[in-house]
């Protein structure tokens, strides 16, 4: 990062000392910390013009619609997405992979059918998957890891075909960091004329993505992980399928004329945008994208490149260590200490001041794959520097020495 100083600067939270030293947060793939200008954004939406939008005429109204269809303009932009018609503000990658999954796989989907996942997949990309797999009688297929967890676009030629109706798949794994080669397997499926629903959750935060050069037909992300609020995020969708769609959720913005027997819905992009609309957390995603072009994406990516290179570097100088994932990664490190449980290690690291995560990590098939019950979690973003690491590492080296004594 050009100055890393002046992006620290910008996150108060970083500037505080946890049980006596100060804060190393290692956790941005759970959520990422926030830039004061977003929580500025936030501020002045409830400070000065908070109110509903569309339907209000008086001024508060207006410019709170202003503040939330103009971040979806950010949005489309941030993106590249060919319209704001195909941007849907919704309240996470959850909620937007349920959706595709209710919506247009319910409708699509018939026995015989088949939807290919991969084994890295978050929870939130499996679950829905089978249970539209069930209310249909498709067919779930995974694809199999190579040993460094990576896949092969191989085994993707040979398990996509014709059966194949749906490709679910993570851009990058928030497990092995994995980057998957979306615009490949895009091609691939749509070569079979399937469709291609990817998980950004752990992409779009941390890499430039166009959305239009990949070629998917879904893509779904989360504010909170790209320095936004929690409770907001997005789904994209081509034009042409989210108008055969239909909504999830009825009531209130989403309608167009309500008769006693019958209803019609919106346009899009609001007929999937039931309810009172996530207007605050819209206009603080599109503070966050804001920023992000500020510091540019080009520029985060080659810094937290660099962050885990090092990472990896010194980590492997510890005996014992076991670190899950390819050599060319996002920005995360997923790994296990010999003899220490992942919760005690990091109960250990946050007792020196180290935010790291411990658990399954919304992966349990992987876990199962990996032949371990749970693993320790590392991840960096735009405001960690080597001192972090440092910090993170010598955390390790003395958490190491202490579970050796004690056992």
């Keep these: 990062m050009t100055n890393l100083d002046y992006v620290r600067s910008h996150f108060p939270i970083l500037d505080q000392e946890v049980n006596e030293h100060p804060l ?119 694809l199999p890891l190579q040993e460094d967890g990576t896949i092969s676009l191989d085994d993707v030629r040979e398990m996509v075909t014709e059966k194949t109706k749906i490709v679910a798949m993570a851009h990058v794994s928030n497990v092995l960091g994995t980057i998957n080669p979306i615009k490949e397997v895009a091609q691939i499926a749509h070569e079979n004329d399937a469709v291609i629903v990817v998980d950004g959750a752990q992409s779009v935060p941390h890499m430039s993505v166009d959305v239009q050069d990949l070629d998917v037909d879904f893509y779904a992300f989360s504010a909170h992980k790209m320095c936004g609020p929690t409770g907001v995020g997005v789904l994209y969708g081509k034009q042409s399928l989210l108008e055969e769609m239909e909504p999830v959720e009825f009531g209130g913005e989403m309608i167009d004329f309500v008769e006693l027997y019958d209803s019609t819905w919106k346009e899009l992009p609001w007929k999937f945008e039931g309810g009172t609309p996530i207007i605050a957390g819209a206009i603080g995603l599109g503070a966050a994208i ?61 007792s020196l001041g180290v935010a790291v995560r411990a658990g399954h990590h919304c992966a349990q098939p992987l876990m199962k794959h990996l032949q371990v019950a749970a693993t320790a979690r590392a991840s960096f973003y735009m405001y960690n520097n080597k001192q972090d690491v440092d910090v993170f590492v010598d955390g390790l080296k003395k958490a190491k020495e202490y579970f050796g004594d004690v056992f």
């Design 290 to 350: 804001d920023y992000l072009n500020e510091i540019g994406m080009e520029q985060i990516e080659k810094h937290e490149h660099e962050l885990v290179q090092y990472a990896l570097e010194q980590m492997n100088t510890i005996d014992g260590i076991t670190i899950y994932g390819p050599n060319e990664r996002a920005g995360l490190v997923t790994f296990n200490l010999d003899d220490v449980h992942p919760h005690d290690l990091a109960t250990a690291l946050d």
């Design 24 to 142: 190393v947060y290692l956790d941005s793939a759970a959520t990422s910390q926030k830039p004061k200008s977003v929580i500025e954004a936030l501020e002045g939406y409830y400070n000065r013009y908070n109110s509903n939008v569309h339907r209000g005429v008086h001024t508060l109204g207006s410019h709170a619609t202003d503040g939330y269809e103009g971040a979806r303009e950010k949005v489309k932009n941030f993106i590249n997405a060919s319209s704001i018609k195909e941007t849907i503000f919704m309240r996470g990658t959850t909620t937007a992979l349920n959706t595709v999954a209710y919506s247009y796989a319910r409708t699509n989907l018939s026995e015989g059918d088949e939807i290919v996942l991969t084994l890295m997949e978050h929870h939130s990309n499996i679950i829905p998957w089978q249970q539209a797999a069930k209310a249909t009688g498709a067919t779930l297929k995974y």
